[in-house]
């Protein structure tokens, strides 16, 4: 069955530290993938997304993500991190007009 | 443009009572999609519409769940003869339909509490 794993349930960085969290999904075609944030409160934000083309992914607030095919992965990064992005981060795959979300990772910045 | 909005934003309610949601997608928009979030998971899909036609509905959803979108513009969700076990936080999307695949916009939520 087609699913999404996100390995780490929390991850604690420093401010200024970079960030990298880890998404891996199982789907048999090229999938379409997904970064989402969700702040305490606040509904889901669409960080970045992944359809075709160029592997490496820009989005907002200075998040990267990079689709790697033959480790099924899509790993979303940012050089600096802000205290402002505490929060908790969903990957997510498009499947037949549905997202399937993996479970979430928290992130705690240190200050 | 506003945005996803959902209505009510919080909901407590008695066990074995009907609870209606309300969610107003982005205009123009023509799928909107229902999702149930709990503690520690990622959202969950119920079902979704394009315009007025509700095209798939989950497991998940049983037969005391029913949604509509009569008009193809906003859409309700009710829950009959709620149970502890409906306490989530409900959420609305919605997105535009035109290639082969779209991007889903997200409202705030409903976060129902069932005691």
């Known amino acids: 069955a087609q699913s999404v794993t996100q390995p780490d349930i929390h991850i604690t960085v420093s401010e200024g530290a970079s960030l990298e969290l880890r998404c891996n999904y199982s789907?048999?075609?090229?999938?379409?993938l997904f970064w989402y944030v969700q702040s305490p409160g606040q509904g889901l934000q669409l960080l970045l997304k992944y359809f075709s083309g160029d592997t490496l992914v820009q989005g907002i607030k200075g998040f990267e993500a990079e689709f790697k095919r033959s480790q099924s992965s899509f790993n979303l990064r940012k050089p600096s991190v802000h205290w402002s992005d505490a929060a908790e981060y969903f990957c997510?795959?498009?499947?037949?007009?549905?997202?399937?979300f993996g479970k979430g990772t928290r992130l705690h910045i240190l200050p | 443009d506003t945005g996803v909005s959902q209505n009510p934003r919080h909901k407590i309610t008695k066990r074995g009572q009907n609870v209606t949601f309300r969610c107003d997608p982005i205009?123009?928009?023509?799928?909107l999609y229902w999702y149930r979030q709990t503690l520690g998971q990622g959202p969950e899909f119920l079902t979704y519409f394009q315009n007025e036609a509700q095209l798939e509905k989950s497991r998940l959803l049983s037969d005391r769940f029913s949604a509509e979108r009569p008009k193809g513009s906003f859409s309700t969700l009710e829950i009959q003869r709620t149970e502890q076990g409906d306490s989530a936080m409900y959420l609305c999307?919605?997105?535009?339909?035109?290639?082969?695949?779209?991007?889903?916009?997200f409202g705030p939520g409903t976060r129902l509490l069932v005691l």
């Open positions: 205009s123009e928009h023509n799928r």
């Open positions: 999307a919605s997105s535009l339909m035109d290639g082969p695949q779209e991007t889903q916009y």
């Open positions: 997510a795959v498009g499947l037949d007009d549905k997202i399937i």
């Open positions: 789907y048999g075609a090229t999938p379409y």
